[in-house]
């Protein structure tokens, strides 16, 4: 079982549509982050949260810590939030606060 | 500030050639991490500094691999004796010890064939 799991792997929407992404933690963590890679690789830092809730234009990302779980929720999708959604928990200073991916989830939002 | 530079960002290689990736990372971090990320995967660690000390190597930086942070500014990543399997995209972040927020750079992806 990977230490950071995401759901659903792969997520296609209509234009408007709100959109969920899930992700499920199992080791201690100081901070999650949900990153957004586009074709060609670059990384994309959208959130970096510890508790509660951010939001972020139409981007909300929240995070349950008891649960271990966070979710970032993409309202009023639209075509360019086409991309690979990747959460990554962050391990805590004395692991050297690296990133665990989980394997992304590819959106794609046609209009 | 450019945020973190790699170059190059593409290499094709002959299997069993040496190739060097660069990354540079944003001036004030103190921290600097190597990922690597196969197609369809999310990335895997690989290493960290924090200035120009290497503090973590992961099981998959076999003795092919090596890297430095001589200054505690840019770092470089070596491949020795390249193989087909280490066809990937290598990923570079820096941050503050201080602040847990990264800065990607645009990967090098490394082909070869």
């Known amino acids: 079982k990977n230490e950071v799991e995401q759901s659903p792997q792969n997520l296609t929407a209509q234009e408007g549509e709100f959109i969920t992404i899930n992700c499920s933690y199992s080791?201690?963590?100081?901070?999650l982050h949900w990153l957004q890679q586009h074709p060609g690789g670059g990384i994309v830092s959208l959130f970096m949260?510890?508790?509660g809730k951010k939001k972020h234009g139409r981007l909300i990302a929240t995070i349950n810590i008891q649960e271990k779980h966070s979710s970032l929720h993409i309202t009023a999708s639209h075509p360019r939030d086409s991309a690979v959604y990747i959460c990554a928990a962050r391990g805590r200073v004395t692991s050297g606060s690296r990133l665990t991916f989980g394997e992304g989830t590819q959106l794609t939002v046609n209009p | 500030d450019t945020g973190v530079s790699q170059n190059p960002r593409h290499k094709i290689t002959k299997r069993g050639q040496n190739v060097t990736f660069r990354c540079d990372p944003i001036s004030e971090h103190n921290r600097l991490y190597w990922y690597r990320q196969t197609l369809g995967q999310g990335p895997e660690f690989l290493t960290y500094f924090q200035n120009e000390a290497q503090l973590e190597k992961s099981r998959l930086l076999s003795d092919r691999f090596s890297a430095e942070r001589p200054k505690g500014s840019f770092s470089t990543l070596e491949i020795q004796r390249t193989e087909q399997g280490d066809s990937a995209m290598y990923l570079c972040?820096?941050?503050?010890?201080?602040?847990?927020?990264?800065?990607f750079g645009s990967g090098t992806r490394l082909t070869v064939v």
């Open positions: 949260l510890s508790s």
């Open positions: 080791v201690g963590i100081s901070a």
């Open positions: 972040a820096s941050s503050l010890v201080s602040f847990g927020g990264y800065t």
